[in-house]
């Protein structure tokens, strides 16, 4: 919380909003001022701090100390990122860190804070073309002759993780297919369109 009565500690709301308690208790593992608190799935908490010089762990659901994980210096927020090193933010900035606390890559130079990982709207777009009008075709690309019917498949898959209600679609070739077509793509769920043209 960083002033008060609970400066050293990480306070507990329910989902209305209500103080509950403590969740870590003040000085908890030498906890001073903690700074961003980072949830790792069915694991633990992660917990930086503007005053003490290591990312702390603590019980999922006891909130008790269980280890410094890193030794850094003052940073704000942190996030584990898939390769198992660590994302942080200092006011110099965004740094990707190992378990040694070692530099491994600075992603931004300006002052940062918080780190949350964001759900945004993803489209993943798959273009094939065959002679078959019936079916998508395996492959993008073919060799015919002139004056020949060649079918295109647009496979559209829902990458993220919110339902998509309205679609555009504008091909090279073929020019505006799609423009705020109405239709609910719900995450992880595929939709293809179909054109027949003639090549010249």
């Not at 507990?12 to 308690?21: A, K």
């Not at 906890?31 to 949830?39: E, G, K, N, R, T």
């Not at 015919?144 to 339902?163: K, R």
């Amino acid at each position: 919380m960083g002033v008060g009565g609970n400066a050293d500690a990480i306070a507990g709301f329910d989902t209305n909003g209500n103080y509950l308690d403590s969740f870590v208790v003040n000085s908890s593992g030498d906890l001073a001022a903690p700074f961003d608190v980072y949830q790792r799935a069915r694991t633990d908490w992660l917990v930086s701090s503007i005053n003490i010089n290591h990312v702390k762990s603590y019980g999922l659901v006891t909130g008790n100390y269980i280890a410094d994980l890193v030794t850094i210096s003052s940073y704000r927020g942190v996030y584990e990122l898939p390769s198992g090193n660590l994302l942080t933010s200092t006011a110099d900035g965004v740094f990707e860190i190992d378990r040694d606390s070692s530099i491994v890559a600075a992603k931004h130079n300006v002052s940062s804070r918080f780190i949350e990982f964001a759900h945004l709207p993803g489209i993943q777009l798959k273009k094939t073309v065959g002679t078959d009008a019936s079916v998508c075709a395996p492959t993008a690309a073919i060799a015919v002759g002139t004056s020949t019917a060649v079918t295109y498949c647009f496979e559209v898959t829902n990458m993220g993780l919110t339902t998509l209600t309205r679609h555009a679609l504008t091909d090279s070739y073929l020019g505006v297919m799609l423009d705020g077509f109405p239709f609910t793509l719900t995450p992880g769920a595929s939709i293809f369109l179909t054109q027949t043209a003639v090549l010249t």
